[in-house]
């Protein structure tokens, strides 16, 4: 299976009757925008080493059971101002946000790193530019 389609998955599996996901709109906005000149995952996943999760960041890189994530830990993550400026961009509060994101992300995660490896910045850009095509 290929690295979009298990991505498509994912987003699917998530989405369950959710057409436009806050969450899945955050995605997009925090890795398709990306870091400029880097790679917005890696860029991503650092903030949540800075903030003391890198063992819960590397659970979802590598290749055994995902630790979950609180929404106060992305809060913690990302800033309460900023959760919240992201929440009201995509229509929908910071708590709620906070929640489909914590959900969202471990899974995203894991399946853009297949067998634990770090896809490249262009791919990044692909995958998430085909993904929210759907």
Do not use: C, K, Y
Request: overall charge neutral.
């Amino acid at each position: 299976m290929s690295l979009f389609n298990m991505l498509a998955g994912v987003a699917g599996q998530f989405l369950a009757g959710q057409q436009n996901s806050p969450a899945l709109v955050v995605v997009q906005q925090l890795l398709g925008a990306g870091a400029q000149g880097g790679n917005p995952l890696e860029a991503l996943l650092r903030q949540f080493q800075q903030a003391g999760l890198g063992e819960t960041v590397q659970s979802w890189i590598g290749s055994g059971q995902n630790l979950p994530i609180s929404p106060d830990m992305l809060v913690l993550v990302l800033g309460q101002s900023r959760l919240d400026t992201l929440a009201r961009a995509a229509g929908t509060d910071g708590a709620s946000l906070a929640e489909q994101l914590a959900r969202l992300l471990p899974r995203l995660v894991d399946g853009m790193t297949p067998q634990g490896r770090m896809p490249d910045a262009n791919t990044v850009q692909q995958l998430i530019g085909q993904l929210f095509r759907r």
